[in-house]
């Protein structure tokens, strides 16, 4: 049996070299969040109307807003994705783009190679180079596995190809995590549940900034604007999330009772799957079963789905409680007190 690889130890320091000196931490924002909010909005719209993308069409793409995406040390970009049937385009059929001449069809797997070398060239020359000796040291090791007789030969063929096979799941794990296109891809072709849309918020709503509150916790707010203001919104369904649980909105005047809705359901099914609660996924169809009640000394009225609920703070003497219910659930309750004896 040859003696053990010594281009393993060599490639184990391209694998996975010293890490770098953490940078010092930052001495405060470069751009004020409030700011950000304000200029988000316009931006995007400048940017869809640069690409003859208008009003009608421009309210039905979406802002990624799973991460900032990090291109390089120098260079992040925030994403906006198309309806979910435009996300990717069939072979031999047109969209938008395809009448511009200043762009041009790519695959994924094509776009997304082009990208890496262009920003992370550094990476992928030792991704490449580093995958190429695995695929190597591995067929390598496996001949030496059929060749192996005695005991000694075989126990050390097999730890060297379980090294191997190590450095080669760790090699994965480190180009899927830098394989962000294709989770976005996925997000946006997947918008019809509620898990892939929590990491989506449309344009039409850009404004409205959603945060999820649970007992006891505390959170940052924007200030508020004219036409605009906060609402907390309790779920009387159930979620699997502690008693107590509310989302915070912060809403525009035209912000309706649907979006309030999609935001509040969309929030929590977030805070579900986060805090691991077991639970099946709810889709587009299950939030069309959800409204939206306003509760006022014990009185309950259900709001219609084009209301802008931001009305209820003209008079501030009336403290409302609004809460997001399920028809499902209150069928199954009215059902249950029915067939009780």
């Known amino acids: 049996l040859p003696p053990f690889s010594p281009s393993l130890s060599k490639l184990k320091k391209t694998l996975f070299p010293r890490p770098p000196k953490p940078p010092p931490p930052p001495t405060g924002f470069l751009v004020d969040p409030n700011s950000l909010q304000r200029l988000l909005p316009t931006t995007v719209d400048t940017f869809l109307h640069n690409l003859g993308i208008f009003k009608e069409d421009a309210e039905k793409h979406q802002l990624y807003c799973q991460e900032v995406i990090e291109l390089s040390e120098d260079i992040s970009l925030i994403l906006i994705l198309p309806p979910s049937d435009q996300v990717?385009?069939?072979?031999?059929?047109?969209?938008?783009?395809?009448?511009?001449?200043?762009?041009?069809?790519l695959p994924i797997n094509t776009f997304e190679i082009m990208q890496l070398y262009t920003y992370q060239k550094s990476f992928m020359?030792?991704?490449?180079?580093?995958?190429?000796?695995?695929?190597?040291?591995?067929?390598?090791?496996?001949?030496?596995?059929?060749?192996?007789?005695?005991?000694?030969?075989?126990?050390?063929?097999?730890?060297?190809?379980?090294?191997?096979?190590s450095f080669q799941e760790r090699t994965d794990a480190a180009w899927k995590e830098m394989r962000w296109i294709e989770d976005a891809v996925q997000k946006g072709r997947n918008q019809a549940t509620?898990?892939?849309a929590s990491s989506l918020l449309p344009v039409k709503v850009l404004r409205d900034v959603t945060r999820i509150n649970l007992p006891g916790g505390l959170r940052g707010s924007p200030t508020p604007e004219p036409n605009s203001g906060y609402l907390r919104v309790f779920p009387a369904y159930t979620?699997?999330?502690?008693?107590?649980?509310?989302?915070?909105?912060?809403?525009?005047?035209?912000?309706?009772?649907t979006e309030v809705i999609h935001l509040v359901v969309q929030q929590l099914e977030k805070?579900?799957?986060?805090?691991?609660?077991?639970?099946?996924?709810?889709?587009?169809?299950?939030?069309?079963?959800?409204?939206?009640?306003?509760?006022?000394?014990?009185?309950?009225?259900?709001?219609?789905?084009?209301?802008?609920?931001l009305q209820l703070q003209s008079?501030?003497?009336?403290?409302?409680?609004?809460?997001?219910?399920?028809?499902?659930?209150?069928?199954?309750?009215?059902?249950e007190q029915t067939t009780s004896v």
């Not at 609660?277 to 709001?303: C, H, M, Q, S, W």
């Open 88 to 105: 990717c385009t069939p072979p031999g059929s047109t969209d938008h783009f395809a009448k511009l001449s200043d762009f041009v069809a």
């Open 125 to 165: 020359t030792k991704f490449s180079t580093v995958s190429a000796r695995l695929d190597i040291e591995l067929l390598t090791s496996q001949q030496r596995m059929r060749e192996a007789f005695s005991k000694v030969e075989v126990t050390a063929a097999k730890q060297l190809k379980e090294q191997l096979e």
């Open 194 to 196: 509620v898990s892939s």
């Open 239 to 257: 979620t699997g999330l502690v008693s107590g649980t509310s989302v915070r909105l912060f809403i525009t005047e035209s912000t309706t009772t």
């Open 271 to 309: 805070a579900r799957i986060d805090k691991g609660i077991p639970g099946p996924p709810l889709t587009e169809e299950d939030v069309a079963g959800f409204y939206l009640v306003a509760r006022l000394n014990g009185k309950e009225t259900a709001l219609d789905y084009d209301y802008t609920p």
């Open 315 to 335: 008079n501030p003497q009336h403290k409302w409680r609004l809460l997001v219910r399920r028809v499902a659930e209150e069928r199954r309750t009215s059902s």
